[in-house]
Structures are given as structure tokens and as C-alpha cells.
């Protein structure tokens, strides 16, 4: 939209005033509005989240290293509510998002703490901290805008499971743009060995560990001489990840069937237990 050639010319009265070119404020405030509007075509692109699970859930957020924060770094999401954040206008961006499960406010300390995926700001805003695992994460890399390039997105179990979850785009132009997911429930099928189970006790398992997290050896870390794909293939443990969620990180060189690509996304829908 050619904006800048929209002119607007009121009668004027005089020789003085003729041909002069008067824009009152309510017009001026029109083409601002226009401007912005056919500026943010090519704009940042803004998350969507979603809170299908029966339970509330506390969105954690946290920007990457060289990336700026977003305007929320934590915040409640009621089950069926939905909330949106802006990714920045300029730039590419990386960061990840997850659901925080069990949260509520210690009456004798007033600290904030959560039984799955806590950040330990003892908050609702995560500042900058990330999740302690079991925890399934949602990474994003986005492109700078209107840079042509493309976006990378997965949903990752190498730290864990919580809770399902699913990314999807919207208005993409390039790439495969396909919703990545963990729509199944790894703590259903999670090994004893692995399994967090709620404080309160019954046996209720709120969350499933990786077995880097649970055992922390090399060859489930793919750290030392494990540290290539070539080395660190999959394992008995990460193959339980995989057959409940084809399309999610199961460990840390899984990428063949767990990377996502699109181009042009206006948006990120994130959908926590998209199952329900």
C-alpha cells in the first residue's frame, strides 16, 4: 500500500491559502494507522498460545543469548484461555517456551514455585532463568523480518516430558510450514526409573525424565566421546519418547524427523495438550 501518496486537500479560502496542502489531526492519525497497517505486513511475528489441557498451566518464556526478551517471561493460562506475545520487529529471534504444571504462592515464604518445569525465580516471570527439567520444550529460531529466510521450529523431549504440546504456523509462504508435536502422553508410558511423581502423593506421575537427566552418563548426555551423531544414536530410553511422539526431539542428534522449517510465518500457534 502506497501510504505515503495518499494526500488529502481541503478547501481553502484566499489566494494565500490556494493550493496549500492542510491535513487535519484525525487524517493525519488515518495514515499513521495505514502506514503501521501496511508496515506490519512484513512485521514481527507474534506468538499465539493456547491452554487446551483440563488443568491451568504457567507459560514459561526465555530468550535466546544474543536474542532480546519478550514482553512476558511468565504468566498464567487458565484451561480454554489463550494469550499472545509479539516476537521483536527487527532482527532475528530464538527462544523457547514451555508449561510450568502444579504452580502456587508457599503462604509461609510468599515464593512462587511450580512441581513440573519451575524456572526458581520463586515468580510468575521467569527473568531470564529456563526450566528445570523433565520438561517439553517448544524452540523457536525465528528470521528477521522481511529477510526472505527461514524460520526453525520442534517441540524437544531431550530435557523430558511434562506435558504434550504442538507449534504450528500460520501464513507461511515457504517450507514444509508443518505443525511439530507431541501430542502423546509420555507419562503414561514413561519407565519406573524415569517417572516424577506428584508430592501429594497417589502414585500420579506429572512428569517423565530423560535419561541424560536421570542417570547424567555420557552416552545419554551425547557428551564426551559420545558428542557427535555418528557416536550417539538412539537408545532404549529416547526410542520411548519417539514411539509416543514421532515428531519430537527424543535426544540431542535426533534431527532427521524432528526440525521444521517455514518461511513468511505471521504467526506461532502453541497449543499445550493439543490431544485434549
Known amino acids: 500500500m502506497a501510504v505515503a501518496h495518499l494526500l488529502f486537500q481541503l478547501p481553502a479560502a484566499g489566494n494565500a491559502a490556494r493550493n496549500r496542502m492542510v491535513v487535519s489531526p484525525a487524517i493525519l492519525l488515518v495514515?499513521?494507522?495505514?502506514?503501521?497497517?501496511?508496515?506490519?505486513?512484513?512485521?514481527?511475528?507474534?506468538?499465539?498460545?493456547?491452554?487446551?489441557?483440563?488443568h491451568p498451566v504457567w507459560v514459561g518464556a526465555l530468550h535466546g543469548a544474543s536474542s532480546p526478551p519478550l514482553a512476558r517471561s511468565g504468566f498464567y493460562l487458565a484451561p480454554s484461555a489463550t494469550s499472545h506475545l509479539d516476537a521483536?520487529?527487527?532482527?532475528?529471534?530464538?527462544?523457547?517456551?514451555?508449561?510450568?504444571?502444579?504452580?502456587?504462592?508457599?503462604?509461609?515464604t510468599g515464593r512462587f514455585s511450580c512441581a513440573t518445569a519451575d524456572c526458581g525465580t520463586g515468580d510468575v516471570a521467569c527473568e531470564g532463568r529456563g526450566?528445570?527439567?523433565?520438561?517439553?520444550?517448544?524452540e523457536v529460531t525465528l528470521a528477521a523480518p522481511g529477510s526472505g529466510g527461514q524460520d526453525f521450529y520442534d517441540v524437544s523431549l531431550v530435557d523430558g516430558f511434562n506435558v504434550p504440546v504442538r507449534v504450528a504456523p500460520s501464513g507461511g509462504g515457504g517450507g514444509d510450514c508443518r505443525p511439530a508435536a507431541c501430542a502423546g502422553d509420555v507419562n503414561a508410558m514413561c519407565p519406573a526409573d524415569l517417572r516424577v511423581v506428584a508430592a501429594s502423593g497417589g502414585g500420579v506421575v506429572v512428569a517423565c525424565k530423560s535419561a541424560c537427566n536421570a542417570y547424567g552418563?555420557?552416552?545419554?548426555?551425547?557428551?564426551?566421546?559420545?558428542?557427535?551423531?555418528?557416536?550417539?544414536?538412539?537408545?532404549?530410553?529416547?526410542?520411548?519418547?519417539?514411539?509416543a511422539c514421532p515428531a519430537a526431539y527424543?535426544?540431542?542428534?535426533?534431527?532427521?524427523?524432528?526440525?521444521?522449517?517455514?518461511?513468511?510465518?505471521?504467526?506461532?500457534d502453541v497449543t499445550f495438550c493439543p490431544g485434549s
Open 88 to 108: 521483536p520487529s527487527s532482527g532475528s529471534w530464538s527462544g523457547t517456551f514451555w508449561a510450568r504444571t502444579g504452580c502456587a504462592v508457599d503462604s509461609a
Open 217 to 243: 552418563s555420557a552416552r545419554y548426555c551425547c557428551t564426551g566421546q559420545y558428542g557427535t551423531p555418528a557416536a550417539c544414536g538412539p537408545t532404549s530410553y529416547s526410542q520411548v519418547f519417539k514411539s
Open 31 to 54: 495514515l499513521l494507522l495505514l502506514l503501521f497497517t501496511a508496515l506490519g505486513a512484513d512485521g514481527a511475528t507474534s506468538f499465539r498460545f493456547t491452554n487446551a489441557c483440563q
Open 250 to 268: 527424543s535426544y540431542a542428534y535426533d534431527d532427521a524427523s524432528s526440525t521444521f522449517t517455514c518461511s513468511g510465518a505471521s504467526s506461532y
Open 131 to 138: 526450566p528445570a527439567p523433565p520438561v517439553s520444550l517448544v
